[in-house]
T-cell receptor, first 111, second 113 residues
Framework: KQEVTQIPAALSVPEGENLVLNCSFT??????LQWFRQDPGKGLTSLLL?????REQTSGRLNASLDKSSGRSTLYIAASQPGDSATYLC??????????FGTGTSLTVIP | KAGVTQTPRYLIKTRGQQVTLSCSPI?????VSWYQQTPGQGLQFLFE???????NKGNFPGRFSGRQFSNSRSEMNVSTLELGDSALYLC????????????FGPGTRLTVL
């Protein structure tokens, strides 16, 4: 069974700082990996999806990388803003649509 | 395009009752997945439906069941509610499966007293 871990559980940074969130998975035979953000009491918003054949994806200030051999993915956020404060979750899928989620990193960007 | 909608948004039930939650996917999406989110266990996969067929199922007891209709709308049912079923229930839709981005609804907050 796929196990997904996210470290750290919480992170606090000053506005404008670049930061990296980490995601580790145990089974390298993933189909894809997706990053989400969740605001308090809300559903999840998809940020980036990386197919197993890809190494990275970029969207605006966000860049996600995937290294299947080491079982790691990172989400890089450039020039952080207070509006980036949220919980960030990564999810890996081995087959079909069964996603295995990490426990998330709670990010606070201090103005 | 309208997003994924879930009804109701909030529910309060007592132990032993049953509950039905509804999810309407994005128009054109045929896959619907359900998840349970709790502070202790995080997000856990319940099941996935595609074209009215259950395609994947997570590790939950038989009290949790679901179905999908021909218009891709999905319902999940929890019978004989327990206190531990209190959670945020999220559904997600995607066009087909696997390679597609999942789009989540706002969730249904279920409280069992």
């Amino acid at each position: 069974k796929q196990e997904v871990t996210q470290i750290p559980a919480a992170l606090s940074v000053p506005e404008g700082e670049n930061l990296v969130l980490n995601c580790s998975f145990t089974d390298s035979a993933i189909y894809n990996l997706q990053w989400f953000r969740q605001d308090p009491g809300k559903g999840l918003t998809s940020l980036l999806l990386i197919q197993s054949s890809q190494r990275e994806q970029t969207s605006g200030r966000l860049n996600a990388s995937l290294d299947k051999s080491s079982g790691r993915s990172t989400l890089y956020i450039a020039a952080s803003q207070p509006g980036d404060s949220a919980t960030y979750l990564c999810a890996a899928t081995n087959t079909g649509n069964q996603f295995y989620f990490g426990t998330g990193t709670s990010l606070t960007v201090i103005p | 395009k309208a997003g994924v909608t879930q009804t109701p948004r909030y529910l309060i039930k007592t132990r032993g009752q049953q509950v039905t939650l509804s999810c309407s996917p994005i128009s054109g999406h045929r896959s619907v997945s359900w998840y349970q989110q709790t502070p202790g266990q995080g997000l856990q996969f319940l099941f996935e439906y595609f074209s009215e067929t259950q395609r994947n199922k997570g590790n939950f007891p038989g009290r949790f069941s679901g179905r999908q209709f021909s218009n891709s709308r999905s319902e999940m049912n929890v019978s004989t509610l327990e206190l531990g079923d209190s959670a945020l229930y999220l559904c997600a839709s995607s066009q087909t499966a696997g390679t597609d981005t999942q789009y989540f609804g706002p969730g249904t907050r279920l409280t069992v007293l």
